[in-house]
């Protein structure tokens, strides 16, 4: 199973916003509605800020919003914040054998 | 407080064998999958390995088929990764982490802080 394909780096000023793509195939992406995306900082544990392509956790702020077309999920996050500098990885759900794959990971900066 | 805490991690040779522990509180651990996760310094997330919330059923990545095996102990809110013939390209910081939905899969919203394991002769 072959990671998801997400551009290795993005950037924006803060208040500005940024999108992340998240490319699969219909085995993953595609094929299922169970896309997540992660928040990791340096040296911590990854956080989960969207499940089920576009719902959000309690907790995380309404700035960050998940889509998906076709194979690409895509994460946006809006009003940028010194705070969102991090890697962001998506996942998809793919199949019982390989169940869950992960992204390349995109690290984010916030100029 | 709902928490995972991994333990168990450390420095092995090239061959040998590991088992590594995640200590779950907080919330009815026997509920829930649970997975294994592992990071390559300076790498992406890797999935690594399932087991449902009974222990019935597991799934393992390719990478890891034939050496690695999942377990739980419900009893004990434990979920347990025994690593055999580990390989230099093993070494990463091995996470555990909880489905968000009981009895079904979704993605990881629980996740614990992570054991590093080295492969190094």
Same mark, same amino acid.
């Not at chain 2, 055999?84 to 939905?101: F, G, I, Q």
């Given at each position: 199973?072959?990671?998801?394909?997400? =551009?290795? *780096?993005? *950037?924006? *000023? =803060? $208040?500005?916003?940024?999108? @992340?793509?998240?490319?699969?195939?219909?085995?993953?992406?595609?094929?299922?509605?169970?896309?997540?995306?992660?928040?990791?900082?340096?040296?911590?544990? =990854?956080?989960?800020? @969207?499940?089920?392509? +576009?719902?959000?956790?309690? $907790?995380?702020?309404?700035?960050? +919003?998940? +889509?998906?077309? $076709?194979?690409?999920?895509?994460?946006?996050?809006?009003?940028?914040?010194?705070?969102?500098?991090?890697?962001?990885?998506?996942?998809?759900?793919?199949?019982?054998?390989?169940?869950?794959?992960? $992204? %390349?990971? %995109?690290?984010? %900066?916030?100029? | 407080? &709902?928490?995972? &805490?991994?333990?168990?991690?450390?420095? &092995?040779?090239?061959?040998?064998?590991?088992?590594?522990?995640?200590?779950?509180?907080?919330?009815?651990?026997?509920?829930?999958? #649970?997975?294994?996760?592992?990071? !390559?310094?300076? /790498?992406?997330?890797?999935?690594?390995?399932?087991?449902?919330?009974?222990?019935?059923?597991?799934?393992? !990545?390719?990478?890891? /088929?034939?050496?690695?095996?999942?377990?739980?102990?419900? !009893?004990?809110?434990?979920?347990?990764?025994? #690593?055999?013939?580990?390989?230099?390209?093993?070494?990463?910081?091995?996470?555990?982490?909880?489905?968000?939905?009981?009895?079904?899969?979704?993605?990881?919203?629980?996740?614990?802080?992570?054991?590093?394991?080295? &492969?190094?002769?």
């Amino acid at each position: 199973q072959s990671a998801l394909t997400q =551009p290795p *780096s993005a *950037s924006g *000023s =803060p $208040g500005q916003s940024v999108t @992340i793509s998240c490319t699969g195939t219909s085995s993953d992406v595609g094929g299922y509605n169970y896309v997540s995306w992660y928040q990791q900082h340096p040296g911590k544990a =990854p956080k989960l800020m @969207i499940y089920e392509v +576009s719902k959000r956790p309690s $907790g995380v702020p309404d700035r960050f +919003s998940g +889509s998906k077309s $076709g194979n690409t999920a895509s994460l946006t996050v809006s009003g940028l914040q010194a705070e969102d500098e991090a890697d962001y990885y998506c996942s998809s759900y793919a199949g019982s054998n390989n169940f869950y794959v992960f $992204g %390349t990971g %995109t690290k984010v %900066t916030v100029l | 407080e &709902v928490q995972l &805490v991994e333990s168990g991690g450390g420095l &092995v040779q090239p061959g040998g064998s590991l088992r590594l522990s995640c200590a779950a509180s907080g919330f009815t651990f026997s509920s829930y999958w #649970m997975h294994w996760v592992r990071q !390559a310094p300076g /790498k992406g997330l890797v999935w690594v390995s399932r087991i449902n919330s009974d222990g019935s059923s597991t799934s393992y !990545a390719d990478s890891v /088929k034939g050496r690695f095996t999942i377990s739980r102990d419900n !009893a004990k809110n434990t979920l347990y990764l025994q #690593m055999n013939s580990l390989r230099a390209e093993d070494t990463a910081v091995y996470y555990c982490a909880r489905d968000r939905v009981p009895y079904y899969y979704d993605s990881l919203d629980v996740w614990g802080q992570g054991t590093t394991v080295t &492969v190094s002769s």
